[in-house]
């Protein structure tokens, strides 16, 4: 059933672009749905959110072969925003009626694509400056280098805990992304405070790393 509503969602979205985008919308539906069928055995209500979230993410992906004008732009922005929105969404609906092994995976996957999405179509169209791509693929260099420590010294990285800073830090990214899609804030205003949300951005993603391999320590304070 899951699958199902993917698809489709994803077949509805790409049935009114431009075959350019249509492809990459089309794309990141086939991911999702691949997602859910690999878990589908287990598929809670909140499951459903986190796949609609998917759904809209590939709906700005598409953006990134094409520069969106006029409504586009705020069709782009707005879906961005709404995804963003349902992230507090799934997570209530999954605690009120229990979360699923596909729940806890797709919620780090979209998260972590949302992120790289918006970041690559601000950079690709200009509204963000070049270098905060790098926001964008924190989150799998941190995993790639995870596992590089693992395989260089044999050693399995601590998961980390909670820590208030770390989601401060992405809530000001996807606000910084949100301003930079939506036609409301000039590019020039956008760039600067692209530069400026994402040096803490990937200096707490370093520090993490460190702390993940065992390198730095921090008394839990809940930060």
């Not at 790409?14 to 794309?27: D, E, F, K, N």
């Not at 390198?215 to 809940?222: D, S």
Request: charged residues 15%; neutral net charge; proline residues 4%.
């Amino acid at each position: 059933m899951a699958v199902a509503v993917t698809l489709a969602a994803g077949a509805l979205v790409a049935a009114t672009r431009p075959p350019s985008q249509a492809l990459v919308s089309a794309a990141g539906g086939a991911y999702t749905a691949g997602c859910v069928y690999a878990y589908g055995k287990e598929v809670g209500p909140g499951d459903y959110v986190t796949v609609l979230r998917a759904v809209l993410l590939a709906h700005v992906a598409g953006f990134v072969l094409v520069r969106p004008d006029g409504v586009q732009r705020y069709t782009a922005g707005s879906a961005f925003v709404l995804s963003a929105l349902l992230d507090a969404v799934d997570g209530a609906v999954a605690r009120r009626y229990g979360g699923t092994e596909l729940g806890d995976m797709l919620d780090v996957e979209v998260d972590g694509v949302a992120t790289l999405t918006g970041s690559v179509v601000g950079v690709v169209h200009g509204w963000l400056p070049t270098v905060y791509v790098g926001v964008g693929l924190a989150r799998y260099a941190f995993l790639a280098g995870l596992k590089a420590h693992s395989v260089l010294f044999s050693q399995d990285a601590p998961g980390l805990s909670r820590s208030l800073t770390r989601n401060l830090l992405s809530v000001l990214q996807t606000g910084v992304i949100a301003l930079a899609i939506l036609p409301v804030v000039r590019g020039e205003v956008t760039r600067i405070l692209g530069y400026v949300a994402m040096a803490p951005f990937l200096l707490w993603f370093f520090r993490d790393w460190l702390v993940a391999c065992g390198r730095y320590n921090y008394p839990e304070r809940g930060d």
